[in-house]
């Protein structure tokens, strides 16, 4: 499928840019493999009243240009779409400083079973350079104490100005607390994505917290005519934001199909199945794929069209099965 790229040309640190009428993003300087170039901050509000959607990471030179961008405006509230350590952390500071409170859909959900350790069959070999220090990391730290001051429910109000409203849109999948916020203005409609849709490049998800059958779920939630405008936490905004999550919906129901037909075919193991259907990615994408890998087992199994052998649920040690 096409992703959406930015040239390092086009991208500033720490000032405070338009992306539409009403809306700014302030982004922070922590490019990854999990990040793109960074995450963007938005500032939502015409006027001296604004809302801030996901604070970042904590990062002196963001909290500064966060600061320096918000100067003269009350902050009404502080909107959360996960805590991972890259989006919720600077949340603590911006209710200190500004009493707002943080809105979100709770605090990171608990392990639900253990997955088992990364896999020796997939190692890189350690006299290979890290690309940018983060290669050898398989998952987004989290945040774990991170706790908003309200709950959200799914389709709530959490924020209101002159001619707008925002509202919680539950979008388990990336995250079981991922929640995406919409923007209801005169005359559009638009998504804060956070991670859940993000132009750049396709979303991690990881179980047991990350859940592929809820991904689906949670993109067909937020397909259709729903929304005119995507605006992920990473990455550009997203013009046409049905068609491409139409084809984020075909790229994940592709790769499911490619597993379970790697399955059917003998492939019973998770770096079987990685190293088959990832042969021409870069061996240190092989971690993190095995995780993808996992969150389709789990949801064929859940689905009835493949069994997992010697555990109760899947894990990235498991051997599995066709029906
Ligand atoms: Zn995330």
Request: aromatic share 6%.
């Amino acid at each position: 499928m096409q992703f959406l790229t930015l040239a390092p040309d086009d991208v500033r640190y720490a000032v405070a840019e338009p992306v539409v009428p009403g809306v700014r993003r302030v982004l922070a300087e922590n490019p990854s493999k999990f990040t793109y170039f960074g995450t963007g901050t938005y500032l939502v509000g015409e006027d001296d009243e604004v809302v801030v959607v996901d604070p970042g990471p904590s990062l002196d030179a963001h909290r500064d240009a966060l600061e320096q961008a918000l100067s003269g405006s009350t902050v009404r509230a502080i909107l959360i779409t996960h805590c991972h350590s890259d989006h919720s952390p600077l949340a603590a500071w911006l209710q200190e400083a500004t009493g707002a409170p943080t809105i979100a859909w709770g605090p990171h959900g608990d392990e639900a079973w253990d997955i088992g350790g990364d896999l020796p069959e997939l190692a890189v070999p350690s006299d290979e350079p890290a690309d940018d220090g983060s290669a050898a990391k398989v998952e987004e730290s989290i945040d774990r104490s991170f706790r908003p001051d309200v709950a959200c429910a799914d389709g709530e109000m959490v924020a209101s100005g002159a001619g707008w409203e925002m509202h919680a849109v539950h979008t388990p999948g990336h995250t079981s607390n991922h929640t995406c916020f919409a923007l209801d203005a005169d005359d559009r409609r638009i998504l804060f994505t956070g991670d859940h849709v993000m132009g750049w490049s396709t979303t991690v998800v990881s179980p047991p917290d990350g859940d592929m059958a809820a991904y689906l779920r949670s993109l067909r939630k937020v397909g259709g005519s729903a929304y005119d405008l995507g605006i992920p936490t990473h990455g550009p905004p997203i013009d046409r934001f049905a068609s491409f999550v139409d084809d984020l919906v075909d790229h994940r129901l592709q790769r499911e199909a490619g597993v379970l037909g790697g399955v059917r075919d003998g492939l019973v193991t998770v770096p079987q199945l990685v190293l088959s259907l990832y042969a021409d990615v870069r061996p240190e994408l092989h971690q993190p794929a095995a995780r993808s890998v996992l969150a389709h087992l789990v949801k064929l199994v859940d689905d009835g069209a493949v069994v997992c052998e010697g555990s109760d649920r899947p894990r990235l040690d498991s051997t599995f099965r066709a029906v």
